[in-house]
């Protein structure tokens, strides 16, 4: 079983946060490339998954190193390899396969309150307790998506997760921790002094916010390790 994990980081702030242990305390192998100075690969037969992470750009923007991401995640769904994007993970995702990525009407951004889907209880979010969490967001961009995905989760404003073929997207950040915050607060102070928001409207107001987020994140990362799983078993059986 291939326990290579390929994981793109488009900005250093935004790593694996709370995700990084939940892999390394299960032996997998992650390969963590910097968008914007490794070559994204195109041979992707030794990875059992791909994750997108975050940043401060917009897929519109048409960067090549986000125009090579996009290709990367046709190729992964093509080969029926689970893929996970976070925040611009998810638009890259959205984009890449025939949905249309837009700024919204609105910027997200502290803590807000999600709904999952009852589709999204028997897929990524299965076995969570309650449909409605607080989660922790950072994005301005939403998406149309093509007619294929599924709705995992949403707010009154916005998508926040769905999935397409193997590729899930996720809009909120469920790998944050309370110092991983505290730094993008610092890295992103132009924004937030733009927007005139106040840094105690982003950090946890209560201890139970982080805790509840981890829980998710955990949650989460189970039922992807599951889709790795599969993917491996169907991939021996093939081979």
């Not at 709705?151 to 997760?161: M, N, R, V």
């Not at 937030?192 to 949650?219: F, G, M, R, V, W």
Request: with cysteine; proline share 3%.
């Amino acid at each position: 079983m291939s326990k290579n994990i390929l994981v793109i980081q488009n900005i250093g702030c935004e790593h694996l946060g709370n995700l990084s242990r939940l892999f390394e305390s299960d032996g997998y192998n992650v390969l963590l490339l910097n968008s914007q100075k490794d070559l994204i690969p195109t041979d992707l037969v030794s990875y059992s998954g791909i994750i997108i992470l975050g940043g401060p750009v917009s897929v519109y923007d048409n960067y090549d190193y986000l125009k090579d991401q996009q290709k990367l995640i046709k190729k992964a769904v093509d080969m029926k390899i689970p893929t996970l994007g976070i925040c611009l993970g998810s638009q890259l995702i959205a984009e890449s396969m025939g949905g249309k990525v837009y700024p919204g009407n609105l910027k997200e951004i502290g803590w807000h309150d999600i709904e999952i889907t009852e589709n999204g209880s028997r897929d990524i979010f299965n076995g969570i307790s309650a449909f409605k969490n607080k989660v922790f967001q950072w994005h301005g961009d939403t998406f149309h998506l093509p007619e294929s995905a599924i709705i995992l989760a949403k707010s009154d404003t916005y998508i926040q997760a769905f999935r397409i073929n193997t590729a899930i997207g996720i809009q909120f950040h469920i790998e944050v921790n309370e110092s991983m915050i505290e730094e993008w607060i610092r890295v992103y102070s132009k924004e937030i002094k733009d927007l005139k928001l106040e840094k105690k409207n982003i950090i946890p107001q209560q201890k139970q916010q982080t805790t509840n987020l981890h829980i998710l994140c955990k949650l989460v990362y189970n039922n992807f390790k599951k889709m790795l799983y599969n993917y491996n078993h169907k991939y021996n059986q093939q081979y």
